[in-house]
């Protein structure tokens, strides 16, 4: 059975950090690639940070220079270092484990609020 748990949302003000984590288990976490996604209320699901089974990161332009995306293959873990967040990066954070487009998993998701 798979699982991805994620953790660490909380209410912050803006200018504050958070770290998100996504514990997974269940498959072989070194030969998923990882992803962040986040949706905020009446918006659709946004892809925010990806990184690769060989550690190449990628970044929706909004979060560029204060997300940064990281995993630790043996932990099966992905994290997710948020830095300076502004009011519109509130939304729920949600993980994404990929192996193919036709064998992907998503985690329940994680709240953050950031207020102004």
């Known amino acids: 059975q798979v699982q991805l748990v994620e953790s660490g949302g909380a209410l912050v003000q803006a200018g504050g950090s958070l770290r998100l984590s996504c514990a997974a288990s269940?498959?072989?976490?070194?030969?998923?690639?990882m992803g962040w996604y986040r949706q905020a209320p009446g918006n659709q699901r946004e892809l925010v940070a990806r990184?690769?089974?060989?550690?190449?990161?990628d970044y929706a332009d909004l979060v560029k220079g204060r997300f940064t995306i990281s995993r630790d293959n043996a932990k099966n873990t992905v994290y997710l270092q948020m830095n300076n967040l502004k009011p519109d990066d509130t939304a729920v954070y949600y993980c994404?484990?990929?192996?193919?487009?036709?064998?992907?998993?998503w985690g329940q998701g994680t709240q953050v609020t950031v207020s102004s």
């Open positions: 994404n484990a990929m192996l193919s487009y036709s064998v992907n998993f």
């Open positions: 269940g498959i072989i976490f070194s030969i998923y690639a």
């Open positions: 990184i690769s089974q060989g550690g190449t990161t």
